[in-house]
């Protein structure tokens, strides 16, 4: 799907059916939110193979 988008007089043109992927990995000393600590990554309690 193709769509114009108008903007301060400029007409932009985009493909609305090749989206593209803008997310940041979440990472030990990668970017972070404004006055948010670093993630920590602890391991889960799983227990592997129960089937219940």
Same mark, same amino acid.
């Given at each position: 799907?193709?769509?114009?988008?108008?903007?301060?007089?400029?007409?932009?043109?985009?493909?609305?059916?090749? *989206?593209?992927?803008?997310?940041?990995?979440?990472? @030990? #000393?990668? =970017? +972070?939110?404004?006055?948010?600590?670093? *993630?920590?990554?602890?391991?889960?309690?799983?227990? @592997? #193979?129960? =089937? +219940?």
């Amino acid at each position: 799907m193709l769509a114009s988008i108008q903007y301060n007089e400029q007409t932009y043109k985009v493909d609305l059916s090749k *989206p593209m992927d803008i997310s940041l990995p979440i990472k @030990i #000393g990668g =970017v +972070k939110a404004w006055y948010v600590d670093e *993630p920590t990554f602890e391991p889960g309690k799983w227990a @592997i #193979g129960l =089937v +219940k």
